[in-house]
C-alpha cells in the first residue's frame, strides 16, 4: 500500500467518554471482525480492564476501508492507555501515529484527562479531528461542547463531527474524516531500518510480542534486528499485523504498524520507545525522546498465609514477565515475614497488580503503606533512595531529605470549588493556578506526591459526588520537614504500618492511625496499648480494652444456623489475620488505618 493510503491514528478521550465503544463502532463498520465474533468492547482483552472498563496496554487494529471516494485505506488504530498511572506509554504511542480523533462526551464536556491526553496529542504533532459522541442521549449539548473544546483546548471544533457510538450515527463521517483530515505518514522505504517500539507483552504460545511502527526502511520476516538501548540482537521469527486478530505477513514498510516476534524472553528486555533497525547496516541514531519508565510509588505485598510465599513469587514473576514497568525485590519484614517490596507506575497500576495476584493466584495479601522515594541527603554528601519507610537510616547522619511533588490539574463544577480547595490545601498544596472553563473551575495545584498516592482520589470523588476529574504529572523533588512515623502494637513496632509524614502533621496523622487501629484490631483476652511515635518520643495513644470474659459465652445456645454462621464468618476472618507478637491484625488495617476522612 503506498503511504498516501495509510492512515495512523489514536483516539483521546477521557474515561467513560466512549472510546472502547466508538473504537468497536469502527472495527464494525468496516466488516473488520465477522459479525459473529464481535464482542463489546473489542480492544479491551485483560478482564480486569474491561470490569474496571479501562484499558492499560495499548491494543492496536488494523482496518481496510473503502472510502466515500472508491479508494482503498488501511487505517491503523492504536488503543492508548487512558489513565495518569500510564501517561509516559501514552505520549510514546502517540508518536507511532500521526493523528488523533479526540472523543469528548457531548452531554460532559472537557474533562482533566482529556486534556491531559490531548496536550500528548498536540506534543507528537498530531493533526486532531474533535468527535462529539452521545448525540443520542437528551442531555447532548454539540454548541456549548464545541464552544468549550475551542475555549479550553485552542482547536478549531466548528466542524467537530457529531457522534453515537452506540447507534452508529456519524460513524462515516468519522471514517471519512480520519482519511481526509488526517496526514498520511511519512518515511522511505530504501533507508536503513528505524522503527519504533511501542509496546510490548508477553503470550504463552508466541513469547515477547513486540508493537512496532516502522519509520523508515523495511522489516521481514528471518531478518536480524537490534535494540539500540542496548545493543541486544534477535532472530526475527514472525511479522504481521492486527485485524484484530494476530495476522502473519511477510514484511512490514514504512509508515507501517505491526508486530514481530524475535524469540525474546521477557518483556523486561524491551523498552517502550526504544529504536529498534537491523543488526547489519542499521541506523545509528535513535528515535528522539527514549527513556525507560520507572516506577514511583512502592509498597510491600506479603502474604496473609506465610506457607503461600513461593506461590506469590511465582505470581509475581509471571505477572512481571508481562509488565516492564513494575519492579520487585525480596523483602522481610520482622511483622509480616516474607514478601515483596514492590513498585509501580501509580496508585491504580498498584491495585491492578494486587487485584491481579489476589484473582488470578488465589492469594490473600497484606499491602503495606504506598509510599514514594525520598531522597535522603545524609551529612557526608551522599543521597540514598528510600523505597521503604522501615529502611530509613539513622537520623543523626541525615542532612535533609526531599520529597517528589506533583502538578495537579483539577476540574470542577464551581460548586465544589470549596472543598476541592480545602482538600488541597489539606494534603500541603500550593496553588498556582485558578481558571474558568463555562462553570467549571480548573485549579492547578503543586503538592507533595506523597500526599496523593494514598487517598486523594478518592478523597476528591467523594467532597464533589463524582464530578472533578484529575490529573497530575512529575515535577521534581523539593526539601521538606519529613519524619518516620512507627507504630506500636503492645509495645512492639509493626514496621509495615511505617509512614514518613510532615512533621506539623504528625501529630494529626499519629493520632487518626491509633484510633482507627483501636476500631479495627478485635479485643484480646488482655489489654493492647496502641502508639504512634517519632524516634522514641509518644505522639497518640489509645489503650484497646480487654475483653470481658462472657462475650464467648453468649455464643453458646441459641439457633443453630446463627451460630454456624457466626463460626464461619470466625474462620473466614481468621484466615485474613496475621499474629503480631500475641495480637492478631486483620488485613484490612494495614490500608485502612492509613485513609484519612
Ligand atoms: P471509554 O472509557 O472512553 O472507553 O468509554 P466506553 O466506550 O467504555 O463507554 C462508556 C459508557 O458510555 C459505556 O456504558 C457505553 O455503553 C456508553 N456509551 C458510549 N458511547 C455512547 C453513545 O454514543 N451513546 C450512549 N447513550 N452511550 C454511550
Ligand atoms: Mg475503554
Given at each position: 500500500t503506498p503511504l498516501s493510503h495509510i492512515r495512523n491514528f489514536s483516539i483521546v478521550a477521557h474515561i467513560d467518554h466512549g472510546k472502547s465503544t466508538l473504537a468497536d463502532r469502527l472495527i464494525q463498520e468496516t466488516n473488520t471482525v465477522a459479525e459473529r465474533d464481535m464482542k463489546a468492547q473489542m480492544l479491551d482483552n485483560m478482564d480486569?480492564?474491561?470490569?474496571?472498563?479501562?484499558?492499560?496496554?495499548?491494543?492496536?487494529?488494523?482496518?481496510?476501508?473503502?472510502?466515500?471516494?472508491?479508494?482503498?485505506?488501511?487505517?491503523?488504530?492504536?488503543?492508548?492507555?487512558?489513565?495518569?498511572?500510564?501517561?509516559?506509554?501514552?505520549?510514546?504511542?502517540?508518536?507511532?501515529?500521526?493523528?488523533?480523533?479526540?472523543?469528548?462526551?457531548?452531554?460532559?464536556?472537557?474533562e482533566a484527562q482529556t486534556l491531559a491526553n490531548v496536550y500528548h496529542a498536540i506534543d507528537a504533532d498530531h493533526e486532531i479531528v474533535p468527535v462529539l459522541n452521545k448525540i443520542d442521549l437528551p442531555a447532548t449539548d454539540c454548541d456549548r461542547v464545541a464552544e468549550q473544546i475551542e475555549d479550553v483546548i485552542g482547536i478549531d471544533a466548528s466542524d467537530a463531527i457529531r457522534v453515537s457510538a452506540k447507534t452508529g450515527e456519524g460513524i462515516i463521517e468519522t471514517l471519512e474524516a480520519v482519511v481526509h483530515k488526517l496526514p498520511a505518514p511519512t518515511g522511505t522505504l530504501d533507508a536503513p531500518l528505524k522503527a519504533m517500539l511501542v509496546d510490548s507483552w508477553y503470550d504463552s504460545y508466541l513469547g515477547v510480542i513486540v508493537l512496532v511502527r516502522i519509520m523508515d526502511g523495511q522489516l521481514k520476516k528471518g531478518e536480524r534486528i537490534k535494540m539500540l538501548s542496548n545493543g541486544s540482537t534477535h532472530h526475527v521469527d514472525r511479522i504481521g499485523v492486527f485485524r484484530p486478530e494476530m495476522t502473519e505477513i511477510d514484511a512490514l514498510g514504512p509508515g507501517e504498524l505491526g508486530f514481530l516476534t524475535a524469540s525474546i524472553k521477557q518483556v523486561r528486555d524491551t523498552s517502550v520507545g526504544d529504536t529498534i533497525t537491523h543488526e547489519k547496516k542499521g541506523c545509528t541514531e535513535a528515535l528522539p525522546g527514549f527513556k525507560p519508565s520507572q516506577p514511583?510509588?512502592?509498597?510491600?505485598?506479603?502474604?496473609?498465609d506465610a506457607a503461600q510465599f513461593e506461590d506469590l513469587r511465582d505470581s509475581i514473576e509471571k505477572l512481571a514477565l508481562n509488565d516492564a514497568s513494575f519492579s520487585y525485590e525480596m523483602e522481610t519484614s520482622a511483622a509480616l515475614g516474607f514478601g515483596f517490596r514492590c513498585g509501580f507506575l501509580g496508585l491504580l497500576h498498584l491495585e491492578v497488580i494486587r487485584d491481579r495476584i489476589e484473582r488470578e493466584y488465589d492469594i490473600d495479601l497484606i499491602t503495606t503503606a504506598p509510599s514514594v522515594i525520598y531522597d535522603i541527603h545524609m551529612r557526608d554528601g551522599t543521597v540514598e533512595q528510600l523505597h521503604n519507610p522501615a529502611d530509613m537510616p539513622d537520623l543523626t547522619f541525615v542532612d535533609h531529605i526531599e520529597e517528589p511533588r506533583i502538578k495537579a490539574t483539577i476540574l470542577v463544577p464551581d460548586d465544589y470549588l470549596g472543598d476541592v480547595l480545602k482538600l488541597c490545601q489539606d494534603r500541603r498544596g500550593i496553588q498556582e493556578d485558578l481558571t474558568y472553563a463555562g462553570s467549571r473551575a480548573m485549579v492547578v495545584y503543586d503538592l507533595p506526591l506523597n500526599e496523593v498516592v494514598f487517598d486523594f482520589y478518592d478523597r476528591l470523588k467523594s467532597v464533589t459526588k463524582g464530578y472533578a476529574s484529575f490529573d497530575y504529572q512529575m515535577i521534581g523533588y523539593r526539601e521538606d520537614s519529613l519524619v518516620k512515623m512507627s507504630i506500636l502494637v503492645n509495645d512492639e513496632p509493626v514496621d509495615a504500618l511505617s509512614t514518613m509524614v510532615h512533621r506539623d502533621r504528625a501529630e494529626m496523622r499519629g493520632r487518626a492511625m491509633v484510633e482507627k487501629l483501636k476500631d479495627l484490631i478485635p479485643r484480646h483476652m488482655f489489654k493492647i496499648p496502641i502508639q504512634a511515635a517519632i524516634g522514641g518520643k509518644v505522639i497518640a495513644r489509645?489503650?484497646?480494652?480487654?475483653?470481658?470474659?462472657?462475650?464467648?459465652?453468649?455464643?453458646y445456645g441459641g439457633d443453630a444456623s446463627r451460630k454456624r454462621k457466626l463460626l464461619d464468618k470466625q474462620k473466614a476472618g481468621k484466615k485474613k489475620m496475621r499474629q503480631f507478637g500475641k495480637v492478631d491484625i486483620p488485613q484490612e488495617a494495614f490500608i485502612s488505618a492509613l485513609k484519612m476522612d
Open positions: 480486569i480492564e474491561r470490569e474496571r472498563g479501562i484499558t492499560i496496554k495499548a491494543q492496536t487494529v488494523r482496518i481496510n476501508y473503502t472510502a466515500l471516494n472508491g479508494e482503498e485505506y488501511i487505517l491503523n488504530l492504536i488503543d492508548t492507555p487512558g489513565h495518569v498511572d500510564f501517561a509516559y506509554e501514552v505520549s510514546r504511542s502517540m508518536r507511532a501515529v500521526e493523528g488523533s480523533l479526540l472523543v469528548v462526551d457531548s452531554t460532559q464536556g472537557v514511583v510509588v512502592f509498597c510491600g505485598l506479603f502474604p496473609v489509645e489503650t484497646l480494652s480487654a475483653m470481658r470474659k462472657d462475650v464467648t459465652a453468649k455464643c
